[in-house]
């Protein structure tokens, strides 16, 4: 399995961006789909966004036009590019390839 360390996370006001990465220790290629997710206190894990290696994406409703996902292949690399953050966007986010990283801690607040 592929080990993922997620960063990017912080504390941002609300409209603020983030960009978060998730580095993985060997290449990604063989990794069809990479998901974010995220799971906010109290709450289920959420699928926020996926991305093929054909570079198709999958977005949740409460995120679209507001987030992007990326992936870099040749660096093993997993972005999230978040934009117009909002209350409710607060949460740990996950990467997922065939394994889950750590997280990062993503806080919206005034």
């Known amino acids: 399995q592929v080990r993922l360390v997620e960063s990017g996370g912080g504390l941002v006001q609300p409209g603020g961006s983030l960009r978060l990465s998730c580095a993985a220790s060997r290449s990604i290629t063989s990794i069809y789909i990479m998901r974010w997710y995220r799971q906010a206190p109290g709450k289920q894990r959420e699928l926020v966004a996926s991305i093929t290696n054909g570079g198709t994406t999958t977005y949740a409703d409460s995120v679209k036009g507001r987030f992007t996902i990326s992936r870099d292949n040749a660096v093993n690399m997993v972005y999230l590019q978040m934009n117009s953050l909002k209350p409710e966007d607060p949460a740990v986010y996950y990467c997922?390839?065939?394994?889950w990283g750590q997280g990062t801690q993503v806080t919206v607040s005034s």
């Open positions: 997922y390839g065939d394994s």
